[in-house]
């Protein structure tokens, strides 16, 4: 972004009379003002907030929203802040703040959403994916871009979860087709245990698969007994009640698949294969190209394990174990 200069002119401001609510330049969500209000106790304001004077006659805050409100949260009744002149153009006052974050702190996914957003008043899309998203990090993407562009449409408990990493971003993108209730069901779900991305985009294309071929509702699915025994089973931890959700989930979205894995294990296990040495079928066992995976340390265990394999009994029928023959 080009660098421009501006005038600002220095002013003790009430703390009353500045809106401290999220007005058209803020950027800021999900934050502890603890840490900032401990520094700026001991130190002070170090970086002044800048303002724009409103039509009440009261200000606008353009940068410095977080320090706006700790000043407040600690009591103080004013505070020195840049006044910019009135016919700042509101484009600018964005950018000057989207700098001064920028400068100072690591942006959530929801925080980059607002910043997304707000540019639209401005600026096309395309000059949006191409200008602004490598400046945010962000891969230079339409399908993204309106990803982070669907965040604020979304409950604040949801959006919270993205900010903490704890729902992924595609995710929420698919959420955003669902009901309020929907969308929330599914966010407890992930955010009670820790799931991997992958898994989660996984089970909530299931959930809502599932549901939509039954004719339930998703709240219905994911409450259903199998589930809840899992999520109330203090015996095992959040990993294992996450493996065990995923295969209900699945065994109920694809029941042959699931009966052809067990198939496939069983046959297995009747081989008797050496130790370290795995049989990995073709996804969905809808192709033909099976993968042999041998662990070793040395090339004479490595031809031990071979020769085991090649005098082993039935492995000419392992292609067909799936189908239970």
């Known amino acids: 972004m080009e660098k421009k200069a501006f005038k600002s002119t220095p002013?003790?401001?009430?703390?009353?009379?500045?809106?401290?609510?999220?007005?058209?330049?803020?950027?800021?969500?999900?934050?502890?003002l603890e840490p900032l209000k401990d520094s700026i106790d001991r130190f002070g304001v170090l970086n002044p907030p800048y303002l724009l004077r409103n039509s009440d006659s009261n200000f606008t805050v353009v940068a410095g929203y977080r320090r706006l409100l700790a000043v407040r949260g600690l009591g103080l009744p004013d505070i020195v802040c840049q006044i910019l002149p009135d016919n700042f153009p509101p484009f600018e006052a964005l950018l000057l703040n989207l700098n001064d974050n920028l400068a100072h702190r690591h942006l959530n996914s929801v925080e980059k959403g607002m910043i997304l957003k707000r540019l639209t008043r401005f600026l096309k899309r395309e000059e949006i994916v191409t200008s602004f998203m490598p400046i945010l990090g962000i891969p230079s993407n339409r399908q993204t871009l309106e990803l982070l562009l669907g965040l604020e449409e979304l409950e604040e408990r949801i959006r919270i979860s993205v900010a903490m990493e704890r729902l992924s971003l595609r995710v929420a993108g698919?959420?955003?087709?669902?009901?309020?209730?929907?969308?929330?069901?599914?966010?407890?779900?992930?955010?009670?245990?820790?799931?991997?991305?992958?898994?989660?985009?996984?089970?909530?294309?299931?959930?809502?698969?599932?549901?939509?071929?039954?004719?339930?509702?998703?709240?219905?699915v994911i409450d259903e007994g199998k589930i809840i025994a899992v999520l109330n089973n203090e015996k095992i931890n959040n990993p294992q009640k996450v493996k065990s959700i995923v295969r209900i989930l699945k065994a109920r979205r694809f029941p042959s698949l699931l009966e052809a894995e067990e198939s496939f294990k069983k046959g297995l296990s009747n081989l008797s294969l050496p130790s370290g040495v795995k049989v990995i079928p073709p996804p969905f066992f809808e192709g033909i190209d099976y993968k042999l995976e041998i662990v070793f340390t040395k090339g004479e265990e490595l031809k031990e394990?071979?020769?085991?394999?090649?005098?082993?009994?039935?492995?000419?029928?392992?292609?067909d174990f799936w189908k239970g023959i």
């Not at 959420?175 to 069901?185: K, S, V, Y």
């Open 305 to 319: 394990k071979l020769a085991e394999l090649c005098h082993l009994s039935g492995l000419d029928r392992i292609t």
């Open 11 to 32: 002013l003790q401001v009430e703390i009353s009379d500045i809106d401290l609510s999220p007005g058209p330049f803020c950027m800021s969500f999900n934050f502890d």
């Open 174 to 220: 698919l959420m955003g087709t669902l009901g309020r209730d929907d969308r929330l069901r599914i966010n407890d779900l992930f955010t009670s245990l820790k799931w991997s991305f992958n898994r989660q985009w996984e089970a909530c294309q299931w959930i809502i698969e599932i549901a939509s071929r039954e004719g339930r509702l998703i709240k219905e």
